[in-house]
Every structure is written in C-alpha cells, then in structure tokens.
C-alpha cells in the first residue's frame, strides 16, 4: 500500500504539471502527461532506479485500464446513434478512405522495416495509424472559431465513424493473434466470424441499449441518495465492456458502445430534480485514472531505444504513413465543394486513441513471444506524439489560408 500511495502521488503530480506545461504551449494536455512519463520511466539512465517498479504494478496497470474503459466511454458519450446517422455519405467515404489507406501504409512500413516480426506485427503497426484523435481537431475548430464550417463537421463526423472502424479492426486482430497465440489455425473464416461479432455486438448492443437505457435510469431515478446517476451510468458501461471480454472483443468496444447510446433525454429525471450532467459527473473520475493511464504508457517507453538507428527510422516512416495516410481523405471532398486539404489535415492526430491500440498490442503474445517489443512501442508512442503535435500549427493555416 505504502508504495501505490507514493506511485500514485508522484504519477499524479507529473501528469498535472505535464498538462499544465503543455496547456501553457497550446498543446493538448495529454501530451505533456505522456512526455511526463517518459522521463519519469527513464530516470535510471541517470542512476534513479526508485520508480522502476511503477512500470510493472499490476494496481497500477489495473487502475490505468479502467482508466481507458471511462475514457473510451466518455468519448462515446460525446456523440449519439443520431449523430452517426446524420453525418452522411461524404464522413462515412472520408472515414473509411482515412482508416484503409494508412493500415496499408502502416503494414507497408512494418514489412520492409521489420521483416522479422511477422505479418500480425506488421497489421498492428497498420491498426495503430487508423483512428482519429476527434477531442484535439475538435478543439482546435472550436478555438478558431470554425465549428460551423462544412469542412469542420465532414471532419468530427468521419473522426468519430473510423473511431468504430478502428475498433473492429482492433477486435479482428486481438482475437486473430488471440488464436494464433494458443496454437490454433487461423483461417480467413475466424477473421470473417470476428467481423461479425463485432459488427453484431456493436450494432445489437446499440439497438438493444436504446430499449434498455431509458428503462434502466427511469427504475433508477426512483432511488434516493447520492451518486445514483453516476453508479448507474457505470454500471451500464461495465456491463457492456464485460460483455464485450466475454465474446471475445477488447472491453473499450463495450465501453464505447455504452457511450454511443446514452443520450440526456435516457437520464432526464435526474437532471430535472438538479442533479449535473452525466459528463460533469464522470470528469473527476476521469481526470484521476485517464491521466493515470497516459503517464504510464509514457513509462514504458525506452529511450535507450532511440540509440538504434533502426528504430528511429521505423517512428520516422511510421510518422510519414500516419501523415500522408489521412491526405487520401481529402479524395472524399471531391465534387462537394469541400476543401480537401482542411479535411486530410484535420485528420491527422491519432492521440489517445494510437496509445490505446499501442498498449494493447505491447501485451499480446504470440506462443508465447511478445508480438511486439518495447522499442516498437517506443516508435509508435513517438509517432503519436508528432502527428498530435503537428496537426493544431497546419489546421489553423489551413482554416485561414483563404481569410
């Protein structure tokens, strides 16, 4: 106990002031709390060995994950099934053109790069470039004061369908390697079955969830005391990301799913008696464990790997792919009257999301065999780190290149 009260005071204070620091730099908060953790994780190079131990804490690693499941319901809760219906057939060619292109670019560059490592290695490189960190663009539209323009919803609207794209590609790959791993043959018949679990469990949780939800708050909001619309806005998250394990998905699928369904009108009656929004409620649970997670992905970083030519090579490709990747979406803007480039930029950052697919793939194995090692995590957390760094600087140029 002693030392996951220290561990968690010191991550704390490390990922407040990486946010504040990266804030003041008009940079997204989770950047600073990610280069917070890289140092923090690689003071032995200096001779500070004391916090080795916080990279491996199963408390830790077990608080940092939940921390990922609120994140991943939160930024559920950020749109609604309407949304998705509405945001039409030009986000839905953009999304898909922007998660099909960089995971042919991001396999392309884990082939030639690191032949050795084999072709679910190489799909998991690609995976990591697909998804769209929709929180930073969006910030960046609302800061510019271009919410509004076409551009910005074709943008949040795409952000959030490859968001879902990109969850069943994590799906169809944890259990591919999942089989592999117990040494069973893997045909393209398990893919297919993986697809359409995911596209059932996400589609049936939705349509289910919409009966569901405003039954399960109505029963709840008859209950006196504290906290009831939290408890069970949690509830419901958890028992969809349990479902999600139990059939085999990642849990941030159930999660994500649980957020998509909840709308302000399933949980009304609490807000009508004064009660605060379910996003007010969730923020000081969020602001504790997310963090939490991004400055332990930033721990396991190893910087000595950057000593390796080979390796800095592979987060320089693997950057490019995740830049010039996102340009095909602007083949989605032909013909509207969009422009293009606006939209091929705004989707560049990959953020929590890439961390995410990251970490995951950092613990699966292959009979055994890491399927990925430290020093690929390194690139890609590097990859991450460019591609959330450079996408406020172009959007904004790009907004007002034509005044």
């Known amino acids: ?25 008009r940079q997204p908060a989770v950047l600073g709390e990610l280069i917070a953790g890289v140092l923090i994780g690689n003071l032995g190079l200096v001779g500070i060995t004391a916090l080795e131990g916080l990279k491996t804490n199963p408390t830790l690693d077990a608080l940092a994950q939940i921390g990922v499941i609120v994140l991943l319901f939160e930024v559920g809760l950020e749109s609604t099934v309407r949304d998705m219906l ?26 030639l790069l690191l032949p050795a490592a084999g072709p679910y290695a190489h799909a998991f490189l690609g995976a990591t470039l697909t998804a769209t960190s929709v929180g930073i663009t969006a910030r960046v539209l609302r800061d510019l004061g271009k919410s509004t323009r076409p551009e910005a919803r074709v943008i949040l609207g795409a952000a959030v369908v490859d968001d879902v794209f990109g969850l069943v590609i994590l799906a169809v790959l944890t259990g591919l390697i999942s089989a592999a791993d117990s040494g069973a043959p893997v045909a393209y018949g398990a893919a297919g079955l993986i697809v359409v679990k995911a596209v059932v469990f996400l589609c049936g949780a939705v349509a289910l969830g919409l009966f569901v939800a405003p039954r399960l708050f109505g029963v709840a909001s ?8 939290l408890a069970t806005a949690l509830i419901f998250c958890f028992t969809l990301s349990y479902v999600a ?36 409620l969730l923020q000081p649970i969020g602001s504790f464990l997310v963090p939490l997670f991004f400055v332990l992905m930033g721990m396991r970083v190893d910087l000595a790997a950057f000593g390796r030519p080979e390796i800095l090579a592979l987060a320089g490709f693997l950057t490019l792919a995740a830049i010039l990747g996102k340009q095909a979406c602007a083949l989605g803007a032909i013909g509207r009257k969009l422009d293009g480039l606006t939209i091929g930029l705004g989707m560049i950052p990959r953020g929590e999301v890439g961390l995410i697919f ?12 890491p399927m990925i090692d430290r020093s690929v995590y390194a690139a890609v957390v590097i990859m991450v780190m460019v591609t959330t760094l450079v996408t406020p600087p172009a959007l904004r140029w790009s907004l007002n290149r034509g005044g």
């Not at 220290?6 to 002031?17: P, R």
């Not at 509405?86 to 560059?109: E, R």
């Not at 008859?222 to 619309?229: I, K, P, T």
């Not at 990251?358 to 065999?369: D, E, K, M, S, W």
Request: charged share 10%; no cysteine.
């Open 358 to 369: 990251a970490n995951i793939g950092l613990g699966l194995t292959i009979q055994g065999v």
């Open 1 to 25: 106990m002693p030392t996951l009260l220290g561990g968690l005071a010191i991550i704390l204070a490390a990922a407040k002031l990486g946010g504040d620091l990266a804030t003041r730099a």
């Open 245 to 280: 394990s139990l059939i085999g998905l990642a849990a941030i699928v159930g999660a994500y799913a649980a957020g998509l369904i909840l709308e302000d009108v399933h949980y009304r009656p609490f807000t009508e008696r004064g009660e605060r929004q379910l996003g007010e």
């Open 222 to 229: 008859r209950l006196q005391g504290r906290g009831v619309l």
């Open 86 to 111: 509405q945001v039409g057939g030009t986000a839905v060619i953009v999304a898909t053109l922007g998660v099909v292109t960089p995971f042919a670019l991001g396999w392309l560059v884990g082939a």
